[in-house]
């Protein structure tokens, strides 16, 4: 299932049905995801969910085409079972998997250019 939400926020945020996962230190938490942009994850909180908010994360999403995309994230929300990342990008290159399977999701290359220049921008 592939949904897409245009709202007031800066960037797309699409819901993908994909295995994804939450490493923190030792621990790994097996987790839906519930959307995710160039800029942030949305997944369920698991049952058993001991973090520690002080430290980043690393979410392993497991690709269509066999690979895995990883990124680090900070927690920025907890509300309702979900928990809201932001993730810490490196450059154009480590986000590079991300962008081309949003741009290949919402079929629309030009808005995911125009989200990696805001993104830069940002990060600049």
Known sequence: ???IDHDRRRFTRV??????EVHQ???VWQVELIHISLNGIAVTQP???DADYSHPFNF????DDGGTFEVFAHLIHIEAGTLGFQLEHLG????APLAKLLARTLN?????EAELR????INS
Do not use: C
Not at 15 to 20: A, G, V
């Open 92 to 95: 154009v290159e480590q986000i």
């Open 60 to 63: 392993i999403l497991q690709l």
């Open 1 to 3: 299932m592939n949904d």
């Open 47 to 49: 049952e058993d969910w």
């Open 15 to 20: 819901t993908l049905d994909i295995p994804t």
């Open 108 to 112: 629309d290359d030009e808005l995911v």
């Open 118 to 121: 805001r993104l830069d921008e």
């Open 25 to 27: 230190g030792g621990s």
